[in-house]
Each structure stands twice: as C-alpha cells, then as structure tokens.
C-alpha cells in the first residue's frame, strides 16, 4: 500500500472512530458530516445589511430556504402573518409579499427544510387545538394543514426532512378557568403529514422524583399534565431524539421521533447566588451596576435551546430567559413578589432588614410558589428562589449533567461595554432570550441572545467545559430569534447570522471579516 492509501485508510478509520464514540448510555453520537472550512475571524461578525418589516411584533422569528433564497418572519404586528423577504441580491433585503392567517389566534414560529416551509399557528381559540400549516417554498401553495395540540409555540424540522416537530405550549386562559394540557405533536412528513401528539401524563407517578430535583408543578388548581408547558425544540444530528425546553417547570424533555414518545424529563435544578462563580446583580435602586453574591437560588427556566456535538459528545446550550406565571387574574395564580415584601425566618435570615432594604435584596422578584412553610394562615420563608438563570447553560445531553454556565462571565461583559439595563437588576438582568451553536472556521460558537441589552454574545463552545469569550455587538430592540446560516446555504457562501428584533420590527443580518 502506497503512503496515500495508507495515510487515506487511517483517516477514514479515525473519522468513522470520532463519529461513532459512545455516550455514557451507550448510545452512537454520529456528528453531522464535516464541512468545508471558510476562512472567516470569528471575533468580527459585524451588520452587513437590515430591514424594517412594522411596529412592535413585527418580527419575531425567522426561517431562511436556500433554494428560493427567501427569508419567512413570523409577524403579530397588526394581524398574524408572514412576511416574505427576498435575499436574492443580498446584502439588498426586499419584502416581496405577505402571507396573512385572520381566522387564528396568533402566529408563533416557522421552520423550512427540503422547499418545504412550516408555519405553527394557534387556533381560533388560544386555548384550543392549534395548526401546522406546510407550504412549498417555490409558489407557496399550501401542501397540508395539520391540526396539532393547543398553542403550538415552535415549530421545527428534523436534521433529515423526515419529521415536524411542535411544542405545544398550552397556556391557560387569563381567569385560568381552562387550562390545556401541554404536548408534543410529531408529524410524519414520508407518511402524508401523520401526526402523533402526546402528553406528560406518563410522568405523573415520577412527580415526586421530580420535584426533589428542582421541577416545578405549581400552576393555579392544575393537574401535572396541564402545568407542563413546553417552549422550544431542538432536534439531534441523526434525527431521532429531540430535546424541548419546559420553561415554566424548569426543565428538559427527550424525545424518541421516531417512536413518537416522551423517554425523559430532566429537572434543572436551581443555581446557587451564593457562590462567586454565579453572582448576580440584585436591585436596581443600589446607584450601580455589579455583581455579587447574596443568599439566594435562582430557577434556571430555559427558552430556548440549541443541539451540538462536539468530540462524539452531544451537548444541549440552554437560553435561561426566565419566566413566571403572573399576569392571570385570579390572584393565587400570580407568583411574583418582592423580596422586601416576604417574612423572611429569622433563624436562616438573621439580618433580615439589611438584605431587605431597595439597595440590597429588597427589590428582587423572587417566586411566592416554593422555600417557605405555613405559620398559621402566613408563609415564612426559609429559602429565595429567583425567577431566571440569567445565563446560558450547557448540558450533557445524554445524563443531563450540567457542563459549564456562562453567566457571570457574560454580565460583565455586557456591564464593561456600557450596554447593561440596571432596570432589569431586580428581575432578569440581562434576559437571555436565544441561543444558536454553529460552526465558524472551524470552531464551535454559541451565539447568545439578550434581549434587554439589545446585544449578542458570542462564545467559543469548542471545548463545551470551558466557554470562552468571542465577541459583543448591538442589535435592534430587543433581539427575539436568532437564526444561523451555514455558507453553503447563504446567499453570499459566507457564514449569516440573522437576528428580528421584537421591539423595533427590524431584521438584521451579520457577517464576520475573512481571513
């Protein structure tokens, strides 16, 4: 055998090794296949191009087709539809048409894969069941509609084509007098649109367990199936697992596709404010902005997600949004509450008045919902648990262990830059609202979404145990849905990032310098 053949026989072998390295279960991790590397800096992605689409809500999510070289934005500006935008002649952006859906309640999300483009939309009725309505990316004639479980609130392809998968949010009405039961719908697309759509009730002899792990099941006169509420999916390399964010409840649901069925929640857990490594920045009436460490815990409650392998790992990057259940009417069903507001045990907060003050913990929301026992008809508070893990975590998305948090890091970072909102301080700091990982240059990247600095981060994963800082820049007003282009895909062959912006209704586009 010639040095060529030896030296081709030894690479294929030692790929074929990377691509099938086993996970702790035992399962083959198959990395997506290698692409080529353009020679782009990582550290300069700067806006090339921007588009204004309306007012408030204008643009919220995006889904890009490299075969029409068309960009879809999910828009609740006035009415619920989608705006089409033709990148044909990038960096010149132009809206061509607008596609309107008046009989639903709201519009969500969309996705695009192999021409076909998914549209997630509530029903009549935002507690009933909602649609998935499939179009052709070329005419956009309408393929199928498929009726999916109530509040559908992200829609997203498999890897392959072969499958749509919906979270199914299921959100209660205002006076929480109907409270639908959260889901997953999982659409066969080989097998004309079949749909399978399945619920948490399997789950419910585990709640125990569960909770014991940091989940939460607290909603207003809910049963478990009705207070799971999945937010956002994220779908393995191979296409046979998906991964879906259940915000309020402070967890991680797996998914066997092919199957059709919930194999695993995974509870979050909660971080610890009292540590170094995790210090937050608490009121926003102390005349400064800096982090530190107070006697509290944080819920992670993860939006959205992102699916990456890395070295035959498969790794989950978690965007810990927060949230909370506050704006229904019945007054049970708020959960919000100020810190000064509690009574707090003496015992474990021996210098209670201090940490009340507006200055020091007195203005943080914190939830009413857990670490208190009953003293007569009044709530005494042993432990704080704040609303949102101000950071993106990334997880082992096999166990579910967590692998590194990129929290602190990231605040200050967005403090030195002058781009910090200390309003925020006492309720979600900087608010990570997104996150994509994707490759650029060869190296793994997060790209970080923030939705009150009105900024994105980006962080070098490579190395998933040891995140490093890449950059920071500006966006519109308050960047909602972050969407990677690869090279291959976008219009120019160089890597796209594509930001809307909720707030100001703009679309924009960043690229990094060449090398």
């Given at each position: 055998?010639?040095?060529?053949?030896?030296?081709?026989?030894?690479?294929?072998?030692?790929?074929?090794?990377?691509?099938?390295?086993?996970?702790?279960?035992?399962?083959?991790?198959?990395?997506?296949?290698?692409?080529?590397?353009?020679?782009?800096?990582?550290?300069?992605?700067?806006?090339?191009?921007?588009?204004?689409?309306?007012?408030?809500?204008?643009?919220?999510?995006?889904?890009?087709?490299?075969?029409?070289?068309?960009?879809?934005?999910?828009?609740?500006d006035?009415?619920?539809?989608?705006?089409?935008?033709?990148?044909?002649?990038?960096?010149?952006?132009?809206?061509?048409?607008?596609?309107?859906?008046?009989?639903?309640?709201?519009?969500?999300?969309?996705?695009?894969?192999?021409?076909?483009?998914?549209?997630?939309?509530d029903?009549?009725?935002?507690?009933?069941?909602?649609?998935?309505?499939?179009?052709?990316?070329?005419?956009?004639?309408?393929?199928?509609?498929?009726?999916?479980?109530?509040?559908?609130?992200?829609?997203?392809?498999?890897?392959?084509?072969?499958?749509?998968?919906?979270a199914?949010?299921?959100?209660?009405?205002?006076?929480?007098?109907?409270?639908?039961?959260?889901?997953?719908?999982?659409?066969?697309?080989?097998?004309?649109?079949?749909?399978?759509?399945?619920?948490?009730?399997?789950?419910?002899?585990?709640?125990?367990?569960?909770?014991?792990?940091?989940?939460?099941?607290?909603?207003?006169?809910?049963?478990?199936?009705?207070?799971?509420?999945p937010?956002?999916?994220?779908?393995?390399?191979?296409?046979?697992?998906?991964?879906?964010?259940?915000?309020?409840?402070?967890?991680?649901?797996?998914?066997d596709?092919?199957?059709?069925?919930?194999?695993?929640?995974?509870?979050?857990?909660?971080?610890?404010?009292?540590?170094?490594?995790?210090?937050?920045?608490?009121?926003?009436?102390?005349?400064?902005?800096?982090?530190?460490?107070?006697?509290?815990?944080?819920?992670?409650?993860?939006?959205?997600?992102?699916?990456?392998?890395t070295?035959?790992?498969?790794?989950?990057?978690?965007?810990?949004?927060?949230?909370?259940?506050?704006?229904?009417?019945?007054?049970?069903?708020?959960?919000?509450?100020?810190?000064?507001?509690?009574?707090?045990?003496?015992?474990?907060f021996?210098?209670?008045?201090?940490?009340?003050?507006?200055?020091?913990?007195?203005?943080?929301?914190?939830?009413?919902?857990?670490?208190?026992?009953?003293?007569?008809?009044?709530?005494?508070?042993?432990?704080?648990?704040?609303?949102?893990?101000?950071?993106?975590?990334?997880?082992?998305?096999?166990?579910?262990?967590?692998?590194?948090?990129i929290?602190?890091?990231?605040?200050q970072?967005?403090?030195?830059?002058?781009?910090?909102?200390?309003?925020?301080?006492?309720?979600?700091?900087?608010?990570?609202?997104?996150?994509?990982?994707?490759?650029?240059?060869?190296?793994?990247l997060?790209?970080?979404?923030?939705?009150?600095?009105?900024?994105?981060?980006?962080?070098?994963?490579?190395?998933?145990?040891?995140?490093?800082?890449?950059?920071?820049?500006?966006?519109?007003?308050?960047?909602e849905?972050?969407?990677?282009?690869?090279?291959?895909?976008?219009?120019?062959?160089?890597?796209?990032?594509?930001?809307?912006?909720?707030?100001?209704?703009?679309?924009?586009?960043?690229?990094?310098?060449?090398?």
């Amino acid at each position: 055998m010639n040095c060529k053949k030896l030296f081709g026989a030894i690479l294929i072998a030692s790929l074929a090794f990377a691509a099938c390295k086993k996970n702790p279960t035992d399962e083959p991790i198959i990395d997506p296949p290698t692409e080529a590397v353009v020679p782009e800096k990582i550290d300069s992605f700067k806006e090339i191009a921007s588009i204004d689409l309306g007012g408030e809500f204008a643009s919220e999510i995006s889904a890009y087709d490299p075969l029409t070289k068309q960009l879809f934005v999910v828009s609740n500006d006035g009415g619920t539809k989608v705006d089409v935008v033709d990148m044909s002649k990038y960096p010149t952006v132009t809206k061509l048409k607008t596609l309107t859906y008046p009989n639903n309640a709201g519009i969500n999300s969309v996705a695009v894969s192999n021409g076909l483009l998914a549209i997630a939309l509530d029903g009549a009725d935002k507690q009933g069941n909602g649609d998935v309505v499939v179009l052709k990316t070329s005419d956009l004639s309408e393929v199928k509609k498929i009726t999916v479980g109530a509040m559908p609130d992200m829609v997203t392809f498999s890897p392959d084509g072969n499958y749509i998968l919906s979270a199914n949010e299921g959100e209660p009405n205002l006076a929480y007098t109907v409270d639908p039961k959260g889901s997953i719908s999982i659409i066969n697309v080989k097998d004309n649109y079949s749909v399978k759509t399945v619920d948490f009730s399997a789950f419910e002899s585990q709640k125990a367990t569960l909770l014991a792990g940091g989940f939460r099941i607290y909603g207003y006169n809910a049963s478990f199936t009705q207070d799971i509420e999945p937010e956002y999916i994220a779908v393995s390399s191979d296409s046979k697992k998906a991964y879906v964010t259940l915000q309020e409840n402070n967890g991680v649901a797996e998914i066997d596709v092919v199957a059709g069925t919930i194999t695993k929640i995974t509870p979050l857990g909660t971080r610890d404010i009292s540590l170094a490594e995790n210090a937050f920045d608490v009121s926003d009436k102390d005349n400064k902005k800096e982090l530190g460490t107070w006697p509290i815990k944080a819920y992670y409650l993860p939006d959205a997600i992102s699916y990456f392998t890395t070295g035959g790992t498969a790794y989950l990057a978690l965007a810990n949004e927060g949230d909370t259940r506050q704006d229904y009417t019945p007054k049970d069903a708020k959960e919000e509450v100020r810190v000064k507001d509690l009574t707090l045990d003496p015992v474990k907060f021996p210098n209670a008045a201090t940490l009340q003050l507006d200055a020091n913990l007195g203005r943080l929301t914190v939830t009413n919902t857990a670490g208190f026992t009953m003293v007569g008809t009044n709530k005494v508070y042993q432990e704080l648990f704040s609303t949102g893990g101000r950071s993106v975590s990334i997880l082992n998305a096999s166990t579910g262990a967590l692998v590194a948090n990129i929290g602190k890091d990231l605040e200050q970072h967005v403090i030195d830059a002058g781009k910090y909102d200390d309003d925020r301080s006492d309720n979600k700091g900087v608010e990570v609202e997104s996150v994509t990982v994707a490759q650029v240059n060869g190296q793994t990247l997060a790209f970080i979404g923030m939705e009150r600095a009105d900024a994105i981060a980006i962080y070098n994963v490579t190395n998933p145990a040891a995140p490093k800082f890449v950059q920071l820049f500006s966006t519109g007003d308050a960047p909602e849905g972050l969407l990677f282009v690869k090279p291959k895909d976008s219009p120019n062959g160089r890597s796209l990032l594509i930001v809307s912006n909720e707030a100001d209704g703009t679309v924009r586009f960043y690229q990094p310098d060449k090398i």
